[in-house]
């Protein structure tokens, strides 16, 4: 039975809204550097995935204007390995609430404790900036004997488990798209983990994987450069920025599913430092340099401010939560 998948959902909203209460504070609770001269000295930006990946290529983008806007260089830190826990999992658990050491993240931080992947949740995280929203795409070595959606599933309704799709990590987004795949083709795959997306399309480009499901962007460097073909993108309509790649929807799989990132501290931030984090960032999203850099690889440009992030998280986990019902564990966002 076909069913449409939707990004935006109201699931797990008690939870999500008291981490969000957790995450507010009154002037003066938090630990932050509220001190008039924040910032004092540059701001450490934890990524959790490898370099090369999506979400390396726009925080380092996002980073450059840093100095004209917040005063202050921001370096960029990859930390990747287990699905994010290592990175993320610094931030939630030992950073202190200065302001000095953020993160970027994505919708995993608010669902995935409840599945043993990781010791940590939202409540964990003061939500800054949202910067972006990007649709799945699944893509393909461009010699792959798939040119369509539907020659893809042909092949995986033959051969059970026989093709493989990569993505960042079992129960991330990238893998909840790869069952929301399965589920509407009514296909099984192997879902293989990576450490971003970097990783996946070397395996891609190696013959080591059939497929990876990422952002489009993280993908739009091989395509450009005639090394990969998207196969179909899991989105309502088609992109500005690349007119001839096909929805899913389009080719007759009703899939729409991707993600979002943005700009987080650990709990108990000062709301005068984040607030003047925000203000910097808000302006740094606009940059030429970082708008640029986003629309040549594809990446959907979704400013929202601190209580715009905060309300748009508490609307997310629904699809998420009931796709995790269809994976297994084994399956396995950048």
């Known amino acids: 039975m076909t069913r449409t998948v939707r990004t935006a959902a109201v699931g797990l909203l008690a939870a999500l809204t008291l981490s969000l209460s957790a995450c ?47 005063g202050q260089q921001i370096n960029v830190v990859n930390k ?23 993160t970027i993240v994505s919708p995993e931080i608010s669902f995935l404790r409840e599945q043993g992947l990781y010791d940590f949740g939202l409540e964990d995280f003061t939500l800054i900036t949202m910067i972006n ?57 192997t879902r293989v983990p990576y450490d971003g997306a970097a990783a996946a399309a070397q395996a891609v480009l190696g013959g080591d994987l059939d497929a990876m499901s990422f952002s489009i962007g993280e993908v739009a460097a091989q395509v450009a450069a005639g090394e990969m073909k998207v196969l179909g993108l899991a989105a309502p309509e088609r992109l500005d920025t690349l007119p001839d790649v096909p929805t899913f929807t389009e080719q007759g799989y009703d899939v729409e599913i991707g993600t979002f990132r943005g700009l987080a501290g650990p709990a108990g931030m000062d709301p005068a430092t984040v607030a003047t984090l925000n203000d910097a960032f808000v302006a740094m999203a606009d940059e030429p340099g970082f708008t640029e850099v986003m629309n040549s690889n594809s990446f959907g440009i979704d400013v929202r401010p601190t209580e715009e992030f905060q309300s748009f998280f508490t609307e997310s986990s629904e699809l998420y939560v009931d796709l995790l019902d269809d994976t297994d564990g084994s399956g396995g966002t950048s």
């Open 24 to 70: 507010a504070q009154t002037p003066g609770s938090g630990g932050g550097a509220a001190d008039g001269d924040y910032p004092g000295q540059p701001v450490s930006m934890v990524v959790a995935w490898s370099a090369g990946g999506g979400t390396d290529i726009m925080t380092r983008a996002f980073a450059q204007s840093a100095p004209d806007h917040l």
């Open 80 to 102: 990747p390995g287990s699905s994010g826990a290592i990175g993320w999992g610094e931030i939630a658990r030992s950073t202190e609430p200065d302001g000095y050491t953020l």
């Open 133 to 189: 929203q990007d649709p799945a795409a699944l893509a393909v070595r461009a010699d792959a004997p798939w040119n369509t959606v539907e020659e893809f599933v042909v092949a995986a309704q033959a051969e059970p488990g026989g093709l493989s799709i990569g993505n960042s990590g079992p129960g991330l987004a990238w893998d909840l798209a790869t069952a929301a795949i399965e589920r509407e083709a009514g296909i099984e795959v």
